[in-house]
């Protein structure tokens, strides 16, 4: 039984990708959209701005169209403009803007960003706008936010973003404590120090489900010096998967290269994109396989200021419930459809 199935179609000058039931849609290229089988819908709109990137809600009605390395985006329902988002222009140009659309466990459309200052991260609802944490108590710890994505469920968040000097590092929060208490948001609640304690820098991280992390490193050496390996443990280039809810590492590997941005299948495997995508079995930490003909970019963390126009990575999709998975290079969309069964069983 095959674990994949690949296709591909022509499709020039693709700005964003995101799965919208059995479409692809560039939102920002003003709502292009095209079917599995390559048959293309025009744009509805022209934005006119730098934005560069897209993230949609899990139905996929709802996106927000943003600037990577700048300070605004906009909120879209249908194509059609909610608002305008902002984030604070502190170290803008270096880092990728924070921002998630995730429906939490009572099926509530959520919005994560940090409108306000680099620090703060806030929850509220997407279509009103209604603030879900806002609080006079707050008082946020210095951290970068970015990378943000929540669980399956909707039940936790991650921010895969950094702290000054710089150094890349994960941090969780639970959102229905979040709800009871905002101050929940204000610290920087990390992986604990056995899991990483040389400071590994810890540049991407994918939810496998509610309670378990799949985590990577980046190939910068460790902060501090640690003799001790009997523990598994995040290293440079390293995979690891973390127990939240035990905050114990459960497992750990170490790369041949950084795994980059990381993105779930299902429980058992990740996609790594640095410079290709690669499939990784995360029991015995084993490349599956390479798409050496798709080019995925080099990121390897939330910081992208110093990439290269060949570096940054191109519009990519990842349907999670389906998994499909769909990369635009040159002049043509490929799409990996994954046997998720075929996965789980091996």
Partial sequence: MPLFRQSHFSASGVHSLCWRDDELVDWVGGGRAFTVAGVERGAIVNFGYR????TASPDGRFAVIYERLGTK????????IVRELDRSYYCADAYEF??????????????????????????????????LTASADRKPSNFFHS??????HGRRLVSAGWLWHPLSLVACYDVAQAFADPKHLDDRHGLG???????????????LDDDHLAVAASAEPEQDIVE?????????????????????????????ESPGRILPLETGHVLSLYRHPKLIELSTGKVVHVWTE????????????GLSDDGKPPAMALDRSTGRFAIANRDAITVLEFNLSALNAT
Avoid at 51 to 54: L, P, S, V
Avoid at 116 to 126: I, K, S, V
Avoid at 196 to 202: D, I, Q, R, S, V
Wanted: net charge negative.
């Fill in 228 to 256: 001790d390996d009997s523990e598994p443990r995040l290293h440079p280039c390293g995979l690891a998967v973390y127990d939240v809810a035990n905050r114990t590492c459960r497992r750990a590997f170490k790369m041949d």
């Fill in 147 to 152: 990378q943000l994505s929540a669980s399956p």
């Fill in 294 to 305: 798709l080019s995925s970019g080099r990121q390897d963390g939330s910081i992208m200021g």
């Fill in 73 to 80: 985006g906009l909120l879209l329902r249908d194509g059609q």
């Fill in 193 to 207: 120090g056995s899991f990483n304690p040389g400071l590994a820098e810890e540049s991407s991280a994918c939810w």
């Fill in 98 to 131: 924070p921002v998630a659309l995730f429906n939490d466990p009572d099926g509530r459309l959520l919005l994560a960003h940090c409108p306000g200052n680099y620090c703060r991260l806030e929850l509220e609802e997407a279509e009103t706008g209604r603030p």
């Fill in 51 to 54: 934005f560069d990137a897209a």
